[in-house]
């Protein structure tokens, strides 16, 4: 390219170094308009909190890179790239790639990873201001392949991002993953007992069941967001987390400060949902919301009380959903047991660049493979799915 048209590729070490509007005009020019980006995962607020918190940076094994692509003053593409010393915190996982690399001698890590940490949430990862997809998508792709090459780095990585972005990616020559997750849909239902009629009578009345039960645990079930969310609040849903992340991950990925900086900064993007009795939480949610999707991300209880799980992550949800206007509810990774609950088997993708051309060509063939296993996970799934056959009677 000639000086005039030739885009420049920079990493920053910080978002300090980059405005929010800036940035956010690439993340989520469709809240331009006043009303909420399409998720806040990328916003410059929610990764910012990530960093300011100590949650990415030194000694988490995140360390930010964040990668710009400008034609001439005018930022045109960013995205949240991190140098991963480690697999953790991603859930599309590559640990046996890993294992593989280095047992052939190779160095897999560091490596490079374009992704929201911690969130297992599909969306933009190649942020690009609008008239600039093609342009900004490239540049970052290639600036940041560039960027691996001449710093020895193993692989390229770009998680839950979309299809477009995956369908862009392969023509790009990189790798395409599948994987899946539990998705609820909206057919505009007009309440609860509406969708509850979209099941068949042994999913409907188990779900009746389900919520009975927990809604007797003794106390009640509080949404809050926004100005409705206190300090106190945080300090039970820190609780929360900090005994589910030991018991899941062996030590909780955020810390205590993201929870102080999220009330700051991200309680309008934020749906707790708090179970409370004899004046004690016992049971909580969170979820962040977007333009058109409920995205539910941390779950923990002090007590246990049967089926509040389900009522406070799953049904409290879809009656947020409904009642909202939402048209969608991602509950984050893993959990056949959400298909009973009327969330179906969607897909997820990924990209993936490898220096090696040899193991590059090896993760090629394990991901075709993976692929059409994938796909037809998804269908048989589906097939088992809760809701009513057309055949089926509408009575209980």
């Known amino acids: 390219m000639d000086s005039e048209t030739a885009i420049d590729i920079r990493i920053l070490s910080s978002l300090d170094k980059i405005a929010a509007a800036e940035w956010d005009a690439c993340a989520c020019p469709e809240a331009a308009d006043g009303g909420r980006p399409n998720d806040p995962f990328t916003t410059h607020r929610f990764l910012a909190a990530l960093e300011q918190s100590g949650s990415v940076g030194p000694g988490s094994g995140w360390q930010p890179r964040y990668l710009t692509a400008r034609l001439g003053d005018t930022l045109i593409a960013c995205a949240p790239l991190y140098a991963k010393s480690h697999s953790q915190g991603e859930y599309i996982f590559d640990h046996n790639w890993a294992h593989a690399y280095e047992r052939a001698g190779g160095r897999y890590y560091p490596k490079f990873q374009i992704a929201v940490p911690f969130t297992p949430v599909s969306g933009r990862r190649l942020l690009v201001r609008p008239g600039f997809e093609e342009t900004g998508r490239a540049a970052l792709v290639q600036g940041a392949i560039q960027l691996a090459t001449q710093n020895g780095i ?18 790009m020559g990189l790798l395409h ?3 899946q997750q539990f998705h609820w849909e909206n057919a505009d239902y007009a309440g609860f007992d509406d969708f509850l009629g979209s099941l ?10 389900e919520r009975m039960q927990a809604q007797n645990f003794g106390g009640r079930i509080l949404e809050l967001s926004g100005d409705d969310i206190f300090p106190e609040h945080w300090d039970a849903m820190w609780h929360f ?32 949902v708090l179970a409370e009795r004899d004046g004690h939480y016992v049971a909580g949610a969170l979820n962040l919301i977007g333009r058109d999707t409920l995205y539910g991300r941390y779950w923990g209880c002090a007590e246990h009380h049967p089926c509040l799980h389900f009522e406070i992550c799953y049904y409290q949800a879809i009656d947020y959903a409904i009642g909202h206007g939402l048209s969608r509810i991602e509950a984050g990774a893993q959990g056949e047991h959400k298909l009973a609950r009327g969330y179906l088997p969607t897909t997820c993708h990924a990209l993936h660049w490898i220096a090696d051309p040899g193991f590059a060509d090896a993760v090629s063939r394990y991901l075709e493979a993976e692929r059409e296993a994938v796909a037809e996970e998804i269908e048989i799934l589906t097939a088992y799915g809760p809701f009513r056959k057309t055949h089926e009677e509408e009575h209980d």
């Open 200 to 209: 068949s009578s042994r999913k409907r009345k188990n779900i009746r069941k």
């Open 241 to 272: 987390y900090q005994d589910t992340g030991s018991r899941k991950w062996g030590s909780p990925y955020l810390t205590r400060s993201f929870f102080d900086i999220a009330h700051e900064s991200l309680r309008d993007d934020i749906l707790l």
């Open 177 to 179: 993953r599948t994987t």
């Open 154 to 171: 193993s692989s390229l990585h770009i998680t839950f991002c979309t299809e477009a972005e995956a369908r862009a990616g392969q023509d």
